[in-house]
């Protein structure tokens, strides 16, 4: 038997698999917005205050406390192991909330950039009709050569009307 018949097309996908357990759904955005919300939340100073008085008291506790009631000793192994902890998870989420916000970037500057031309489209195309206008406006008569058209028929009409007037008299 080929590899070709035992394993398929290689530039498609495998059949899923049965599983004994279904495989756990989760809405991606839900999880998203999560994610923003923890990433927003790490980055601020009350996380900062809140962090160095857990931390403060944790050591306070295991270095003051009386010998039975210490749960983590000197070298604060636990203490360590907690702080990975917070750290190996706070490092995809922020990740995830950036890779979110850069998609979001990302859909402005397109956003903007085709409003940016669609504008230079308009102050084209209003250009042009200005351009047209002012063509148009080149071959219109003017109020000043309209009144110097009138005032010389007018000063033709006298003219002729008062030669009208002298032969008669």
Not at 50 to 73: E, I, K, Q, S
Not at 77 to 86: D, G
Not at 133 to 147: G, K, M, P, Q, Y
Request: glycine share 4%; charged share 25%.
């Amino acid at each position: 038997m080929s590899a070709n018949a035992r394993f398929g097309r290689l530039d498609q996908p495998l059949e899923g698999r049965r599983t004994l357990l279904p495989r756990p759904h989760y809405d991606p955005e839900a999880f998203g917005q999560v994610s923003e919300r923890i990433a927003r939340f790490l980055g601020t100073a009350r996380f900062l205050v809140y962090m160095t008085v857990f931390v403060g008291l944790w050591l306070t506790w295991n270095v003051f406390a009386p010998t039975g009631w210490r749960f983590d000793p000197y070298p604060f192994i636990f203490l360590t192991l907690m702080l990975s902890l917070q750290a190996s998870y706070a490092a995809p989420l922020i990740l995830l909330a950036q890779n979110r916000q850069d998609d979001r970037d990302r859909v402005q500057y397109e956003q903007d950039r085709a409003r940016n031309e669609s504008s230079i489209a308009d102050t084209e195309y209003l250009t042009r009709e200005i351009a047209g206008l002012r063509l148009a406006l080149s071959e219109v008569a003017t109020r000043d050569f309209l009144r110097s058209e009138l005032q010389q028929v007018l000063k033709e009409l006298s003219d002729q009307q008062s030669e009208d007037d002298a032969p008669s008299s």
